[in-house]
């Protein structure tokens, strides 16, 4: 089937609007490790997808899968060890305080759980989250999203200026200063909520601020935060969907930012493809949350996701995918920022392990964004052989966050291709 | 691992009061077909479970599963043929009105999706949905479970009595007036949304009320509810998650009731235990939808879900488990039915294809419902090797829902069990 004929029937029965990357959308049907290839046999260095963190058809996965699935996949209202002891190595992976888990199929559910969660232990209903963030599709998560592009929040939503050094929000500050000056935009939403009537009842952030575009926060910041979330009575959620999982060459997001989560969201890589998503808590936190909702999640917590879950952390230990991650990562954007100096186009190299964003702006002094240099070298890239995208909240940074099985000769070979992409777009 | 030991680190690692069955709960560590087997190698017919339509372990579903993500398992934002051929495929499914889809991982999802495919299409937020249903787990979808229990409806929100036979809302009428009782009922909730400011978008129900207690709903209803829905703007949604891909022995069960749904919402049996579910409505639905929201999910849309998606299908079709699900259902209704007249504490049989309920009440004349005898038969015919549950707006009715690959030999079994435990609690 012509690529022509594909796009049209995907519109007939996906409608249309369905969203797809790249000018010329890619027709991938094979991958392999950090590999993808397309219909013509072209392949690709995967530098997008974090889902397949352990690699595209990574065999342990699927023949964990294909076990589980051939032995036992049921509902969890009957007893099974798998689920329990998934449950078990999740927790050990955070500090003392995360002691359970509650499962779910997907980020937008895990974080569904969390707000409940925290809405029933505080008995409040607002929430705080960054003006550039995104946390999921349904209504009430929603609501969290588009704040900066001047969506009306919610009246049990307000938002702060999300923490960075490249355009901060007040300018001329000392890192100190600046951290004061955030802090103080975090405690204005909180005041906004506990005097519209809603009360506090958590901050959510994703704790590296992916989609905010991957800001060097303030150093300090987010553990103050912390202490002002709680001395307001409030819960800290940690939106680890993107964050965690070694992403950064740390286990969780909030290690690089410093700070300790009340409530701990993870997602994507953890099936490695396979729906899978958690929200995970002190015990009391998830008692009160399963108390009061009886909650029960068809798909949830069955013997495939905790079966996948396990195999995925098993080749993450195994194979040293967390090493991984923050050497590749801190090799790749040490050669990005080589280039900076040589580049108006490169405002910024920022990020940590194996995600990097190269902030595109007209000019390095007046840092002014640019979006279609972004997505223009995403196309670029992708004709080169490199799938990346573009993100941040104008769009303007080149993103790049491979499958954790990304090698030191992957990034190599990226690096000539992003040059030689540089100098055609520089004429 | 003893039992006791399990649930306490169940209780430990998931927190206190994640929902159990049974009094003594069943740790379950095997299936196959219609069976599943403990830990202590006890065999048991399976009669609750839906979602593994086709048979636990069903060999075709674990080698498409394990094909496809041993290939490529990634989002949808490259093309891909499989993800748009199963679309199709599942429309073919329905009548012409039904043209395009829109994937998601959950129930709860899906109906998110519809929810706010309907609001995005009217402009209107108003909801009518029964006072006994359940459509998810989501804070949006939520607010449409536990109104007859007194729980508070939003203002987006109104529910009506849902229709039935057995209890009807006005007694002694002949059912063409109840029917119009009914539509009143229907009537009153549209009229209270248009006046409160929030209009009206759409009804949506369970095609069959699975939840409320699997009503003989009276004849003709929907049709004319469907009719009224739409000449005051709305649309209807169908959730056909407890009720389609052959459970009542006719694909869908819109089919059953009879009417013709704007919006159908499928789930739980579509991927076998995959998650996988489905939001499917006419192209320009669809395209109001995307345009407006940019919906997009991680997991859902992919070639995994396709390639298990075709499986199910495939399996369905090849194996005549429509037909199946007909026949062994209608016998075992039939026999059901036949032990009605024997036994006082059978209130009503109803149900269709191989999804029947059997309303328990402490006597045939009063009707009052008898939830504990339908618990305590569930735990006995558990006792006894074969798993069913309770449920309806009471939770008296006996729940059986087995795998469409259930047979007559399995119903026999079950009949001889059912014998026995009513005979040991009248005893």
């Known amino acids: 089937m012509t690529t022509e004929s594909l796009l049209a029937r995907r519109e007939r029965f ?41 690699g595209h058809a990574n065999p342990n996965v699927v023949e964990a899968m294909a076990r589980q699935q051939g032995t036992l996949n049921v509902h969890s209202r009957y007893l099974h060890e798998g689920i329990v002891n998934f449950a078990e190595r999740l927790t050990q992976l955070h500090g003392p305080t995360i002691e359970s888990v509650v499962f779910s199929c997907s980020g937008t559910e895990a974080n569904e759980v969390a707000l409940r969660m925290a809405r029933i232990a505080t008995g409040k209903r607002g929430i705080v989250c960054s003006d550039g963030t995104y946390h999921g599709n349904s209504e009430t998560v929603a609501k969290l999203s588009g704040l900066r592009r001047g969506q009306l929040p919610s009246p049990d939503v ?27 935009r975090l405690r204005d939403a909180i005041v906004a909520l506990e005097t ?8 959510i952030v994703c704790s590296i601020f992916a989609n905010e575009g991957l800001p060097d926060v303030p150093q300090g910041f987010m553990a103050r935060a912390a202490e002002i979330v709680r001395a307001a009575g409030g819960l800290v959620i940690s939106d680890e969907v993107q964050s965690g999982y070694c992403r950064t ?29 958690a929200t995970a808590a002190s015990k009391s936190l998830v008692d009160q949350f399963r108390a009061k909702t009886r909650y029960f999640n068809t798909f949830a917590s069955s013997p495939l996701q905790a079966a996948v879950g396990m195999a995925v952390l098993d080749v993450i230990e195994r194979d040293g995918l967390r090493e991984n991650s923050a050497q590749v990562g801190a090799a790749l954007k040490a050669a990005l920022l080589e280039r900076k100096p040589r580049c108006a ?30 997505v223009d070298m995403a196309n670029r890239l992708k004709d080169r052989g490199f799938l990346t995208s573009n993100a941040g909240v104008f769009g303007n940074v080149l993103k790049i966050r491979p499958p954790l099985v990304f090698s030191h000769s992957d990034a190599q070979q990226f690096l000539a291709a992003f040059d030689a992409t540089l100098a055609e777009i520089n004429g």
């Open 14 to 54: 996906l409608g249309a609007g369905a969203p797809l990357f790249y000018s010329k959308p890619l027709h991938i049907v094979r991958g392999e490790g950090a590999y993808l290839f397309d219909a013509d046999g072209k392949r690709y260095i995967d530098m997008y997808n974090n889902v397949p963190c352990v």
């Open 158 to 184: 307000r938002s702060f200026p999300f923490p960075e050094l490249y355009r901060p929000v007040v300018p001329n500050l000392a890192e100190a200063d600046l951290v004061e000056a955030y802090l103080d």
């Open 196 to 203: 519209n009537g809603e009360g506090f009842a958590a901050l």
């Open 249 to 277: 060459g740390r286990w969780w997001g909030y290690e690089v930012t410093g700070f300790t989560p009340d409530i701990v969201v993870t997602g994507k890589p953890m099936g490695n493809g396979l729906p899978l998503s």
């Open 345 to 374: 186009a490169i405002g910024d190299v920022r990020g940590q392990g194996l995600f990097v964003g190269v902030e595109m702006v007209k000019d390095g002094a007046s840092k002014v964004p640019d979006p279609s240099r972004a």
